[in-house]
């Protein structure tokens, strides 16, 4: 792979090296052969200069990760519990969750279709710029896709995550990683800046991608049944303490839980609108760890479920709108113990699919890349929102999300 910011003037770069001779035979220079290599020259950087990724010269898909493999589980589990001081016999209660699913999560394989998909929605735009694959807990790891990237001469990258909301683990905690990741290479002697893209829970592409698989949903259970269904949406619980800090640290809190409700809220609405009628709603939790003393964000999606059917709700469209594609937190807690839960009630339930590599989603993604990228030329793109006007910054505020535990690098900040 070539290096798009290669300097046309530098003799050493292979680019340059390997341009056509300008000598004529007699050793006289040839002016004519010389200009037109000068011209092709600076027409090629010219046009990579003025790609609207510039400055950026790979994108890297930031994720979570899993195992994917049995033996692959417990070393998973450990990286990810790191200093938690949480014993082995708790993670192997874990563990079978994904044993369960024969030790394979399926978020990676998920993550490369993602990918694939990004890179199709480039190409259909005409933007040649590669998309590198790094995760925090297992292979690929970000280490080792930054490493790729300054081996093939990119050192400007864009991080974009896959992780929509703003809390420590769904943004801080990735601003840790891309750091540690750096700092790993810059032992080595090797430099990458990276930057990444803003928090998009109200990102037209996200927000709205997720109205229209839940109204849609929702029509179709209403047409099918002739009654209403009730939308439980679902994201991942947290720490109370976790959301109590979420935001800016001059700012109220609670950022976490008030993002997922102003969504849910909106996309009931939308939905409403969709059935011409009215729509019951409620935002739930699932995938609660730690131990029993630790208040965490409630009510649980399978108490809430109870709930519901003692209040003599019949059908539930359950949207997991917490999540961008359908990894362990949603097969095994929504597929498995939901419905297991729903049809002990005798509940009529719909999970609707996660926004994963939908059309409206994987376009957002790359108008949030390009949006990243005009900012870092210090332009002032369009910044669309939907709920709301508020539009979470590339560059997170001082204090914003902070470690409870103990005190990191993170990149990505103005902290």
């Given at each position: 792979?070539?290096n798009?910011?290669?300097?046309?003037?530098?003799?050493?770069?292979?680019?340059?090296?390997?341009a056509?001779?300008a000598?004529?035979?007699?050793?006289?220079v040839?002016?004519a052969?010389?200009d037109?290599?000068?011209a092709?020259l600076?027409?090629t950087?010219?046009?990579?200069e003025?790609?609207?990724?510039?400055?950026?010269?790979?994108?890297?898909l930031?994720?979570?990760?899993?195992p994917?493999?049995?033996?692959?589980?417990?070393?998973?589990l450990?990286?990810?519990?790191?200093?938690?001081?949480?014993?082995?016999?708790?993670?192997?209660?874990?563990a079978?969750h994904?044993?369960?699913?024969g030790?394979?999560s399926?978020?990676?394989?998920?993550?490369?279709?993602l990918?694939?998909?990004?890179?199709?929605?480039?190409?259909?735009?005409?933007?040649?710029i590669?998309?590198?694959?790094?995760?925090?807990?297992?292979e690929?790891?970000?280490?080792?896709?930054?490493?790729?990237?300054?081996?093939?001469?990119?050192?400007?990258?864009?991080?974009?995550?896959t992780?929509?909301?703003?809390?420590y683990?769904?943004?801080?905690q990735?601003?840790?990683?891309?750091?540690?990741?750096?700092i790993?290479?810059?032992?080595?002697?090797?430099?990458?800046h990276?930057?990444?893209?803003?928090?998009y829970?109200?990102?037209?592409?996200?927000?709205?991608?997720?109205?229209?698989?839940?109204?849609?949903?929702a029509?179709?259970?209403?047409?099918?049944?002739?009654?209403?269904?009730?939308?439980?949406?679902?994201?991942?619980?947290?720490?109370?303490?976790?959301d109590?800090?979420?935001?800016?640290?001059?700012?109220?809190?609670?950022?976490?839980?008030?993002?997922?409700?102003?969504l849910?809220a909106?996309?009931?609405?939308?939905?409403?609108?969709?059935?011409?009628?009215?729509?019951?709603?409620?935002?739930?939790?699932?995938?609660?760890?730690?131990?029993p003393?630790?208040?965490?964000?409630?009510?649980?999606?399978?108490?809430?479920l109870?709930?519901?059917k003692?209040?003599?709700?019949?059908s539930?469209?359950?949207?997991p709108?917490?999540?961008?594609?359908?990894?362990?937190?949603?097969?095994?807690?929504?597929?498995t113990?939901?419905?297991?839960?729903?049809?002990?009630?005798?509940?009529d339930?719909?999970?609707?699919?996660?926004?994963?590599?939908d059309?409206?989603?994987?376009?957002?993604?790359?108008?949030?890349?390009l949006e990243?990228?005009?900012?870092?030329?210090?332009?002032?793109?369009?910044?669309?929102?939907w709920?709301?006007?508020e539009?979470?910054?590339?560059?997170c505020?001082?204090?914003?999300?902070?470690?409870?535990?103990?005190?990191?690098?993170?990149?990505?900040?103005?902290?």
């Open positions: 792979m070539s798009p910011l290669a300097d046309p003037t530098d003799p050493t770069d292979p680019s340059v090296a390997s056509p001779d000598a004529a035979p007699d050793g006289t040839d002016q052969a010389t037109e290599v000068v092709e600076e027409e950087l010219e046009e990579t003025e790609h609207d990724l510039f400055p950026y010269q790979a994108i890297v930031t994720s979570f990760g899993g994917e493999a049995p033996e692959e589980v417990m070393p998973f450990r990286r990810v519990t790191g200093g938690r001081g949480i014993p082995d016999e708790r993670l192997e209660e874990v079978e994904y044993l369960h699913f030790g394979r399926p978020i990676n394989d998920q993550n490369r279709a990918i694939e998909a990004i890179r199709a929605e480039l190409a259909r735009r005409e933007l040649a590669p998309v590198l694959f790094g995760n925090r807990n297992s690929p790891f970000l280490a080792d896709a930054f490493r790729e990237a300054h081996a093939e001469g990119m050192t400007r990258l864009l991080s974009v995550t992780s929509a909301y703003s809390c683990s769904s943004c801080r990735y601003r840790e990683d891309i750091a540690g990741a750096q790993e290479l810059r032992e080595e002697g090797k430099e990458v990276v930057d990444k893209i803003r928090q829970w109200n990102h037209p592409g996200f927000s709205g991608a997720n109205a229209r698989i839940v109204g849609e949903a029509r179709q259970r209403y047409e099918a049944t002739g009654v209403v269904p009730h939308l439980v949406f679902v994201t991942h619980s947290l720490p109370n303490s976790m109590d800090t979420s935001g800016p640290g001059d700012d109220e809190g609670n950022l976490y839980s008030r993002q997922h409700l102003e849910s909106a996309i009931a609405a939308e939905t409403a609108a969709t059935l011409g009628t009215e729509v019951e709603h409620d935002l739930t939790y699932c995938s609660r760890s730690g131990p003393s630790q208040p965490w964000l409630e009510p649980d999606v399978n108490d809430h109870r709930v519901l003692e209040r003599g709700v019949e539930v469209v359950l949207a709108i917490g999540f961008v594609s359908d990894h362990m937190e949603v097969v095994f807690d929504l597929d113990e939901a419905a297991e839960t729903a049809e002990e009630l005798g509940m339930l719909l999970r609707v699919p996660t926004v994963g590599t059309t409206e989603f994987v376009m957002g993604l790359v108008d949030l890349a990243r990228a005009a900012q870092a030329r210090g332009e002032e793109p369009a910044t669309p929102t709920p709301g006007g539009v979470r910054p590339a560059i505020r001082p204090g914003c999300c902070p470690n409870l535990r103990v005190a990191k690098p993170a990149a990505c900040g103005s902290d």
